[in-house]
Structure formats: structure tokens, C-alpha cells
């Protein structure tokens, strides 16, 4: 089955830095790769998703790229800020030809903007 | 849009009863919902997809007897976790796909919290 791995578990960064979050994902017939933040207690948060037929995404400071070949895919914030800090997970769906998309989640990352 | 509501937000039981999770989407039909389980400090696990008017497809390792889940309608999934017992304690969360919606976003709930004594 499909495994998705995500480096690095913990990121700090100084306000107004960037921060990049790296996933891989083991199954090609992924095709669907949405970021999700989510603050403690509280429900994720799709941030922004990349399907595979782009190579790169962009909404305002945050980015995805996607390199099918490598399978893998990345979360760029750039000017981070202090409400940036959170946990991110990456995602992926398995499509079994018919049978609903399911996400399998990264482990998770958790950015720590300092001020 | 896409709002998913969770009932209750938070619930502590007693070991050995059974408990009841609902998952409704609030301004769209969802044929497809999923839940998950987190534990503190890790990832949300899938536990099963919840297909409206037909049976749940349960991940390896999750017991369908143990966590019963129940779609029958396009805006309401349940949850019950029978016989609880401490080990079951975590935060549960549903997601819910848009029927309308081509893509495969999923929307998720506010998470239940369960406290099993």
C-alpha cells in the first residue's frame, strides 16, 4: 500500500524565514497531494493541494511543488509568521480504480515560528 | 461552504459502555465520509470509509465489530465505539467529501475527544 514519509518532524525558524516541509510518497498512481495545517485541538485545515498533472502551486506564501519522477513533494512558506506555527501534514491519495479515494497522511511536521 | 460538525465535541465514559460519534455535512451531500483516530503527538490514522446506504470498508487492523459505523443518510455518519475501554481513548476525527465536487478534497470535522476511565 501506499506509504507517505515527511522530514523534518520539528522545524524552528525565525519570523519572516522560510520554512520547507518534504514528503515522499511510494505509490506512482498517487495523483492527489493536499497539505493540511493544523493548530493543537483543533481540526485540519487544507492549506493547499497539488494534483499530478502540475508541477508547482502557489497562494500567496505558501507553495507546493510536486516531482512525479522522484515522487516527491514539498510545502514552502515563505515570511513565515508567528500564526504559521502549527503542525503540517502532507497527503496522498490511493486510487484503486473505482473504489473511493482515500488520504494517506504524512507523520507531520511541527513549524515553530519564533518571534 | 463545505462545513462538517462533529457531535459530541468531547465525551468521557466509563470502560465497558459504548459510545456514539456523529459526523453530519452541514451544506453539502457527502456519499463518501471517513474517520480517523489520532493519538497525542501523531498522524490522523484512517480507520474506515463510510459509504452512504451500503457497508464501511475498515482498514487492516481495525475491528468493524469493535467500532461500528453507520451512513444512512448523504449528511450523517456514525460512529459508536462499543464496549470502550481505556486503549480506546484519542481524538477521532470525520471527513467528508463533497458528491458534487470532481476533486478529491476532504473536509474534515472539529474532532470528538473520547476519555475512556
Known sequence: ?115 | GAVVSQHPSWVICKSGTSVKIECRSLDFQATTMFWYRQFPKQSLMLMATSNEGSKATYEQGVEKDKFLINHASLTLSTLTVTSAHPEDSSFYICSARDSRQIQETQYFGPGTRLLVL
Open chain 1, 1 to 115: 500500500g501506499e506509504n507517505v514519509e515527511q522530514h523534518p518532524s520539528t522545524l524552528s525558524v525565525q519570523e519572516g524565514d522560510s520554512a520547507v516541509i518534504k514528503c515522499t510518497y511510494s505509490d506512482s498512481a498517487s495523483n492527489y497531494f493536499p497539505w493540511y495545517k493544523q493548530e493543537l485541538g483543533k481540526r485540519p485545515q487544507l492549506i493547499i493541494d497539488i494534483r499530478s498533472n502540475v508541477g508547482e502551486k502557489k497562494d500567496q506564501r505558501i507553495a507546493v511543488t510536486l516531482n512525479k519522477t522522484a515522487k516527491h513533494f514539498s510545502l514552502h512558506i515563505t515570511e513565515t509568521q508567528p500564526e504559521d506555527s502549527a503542525v503540517y501534514f502532507c497527503a496522498a491519495t490511493v486510487n484503486y480504480g473505482g473504489a473511493t479515494n482515500k488520504l494517506i497522511f504524512g507523520t507531520g511536521t511541527l513549524l515553530a515560528v519564533q518571534p
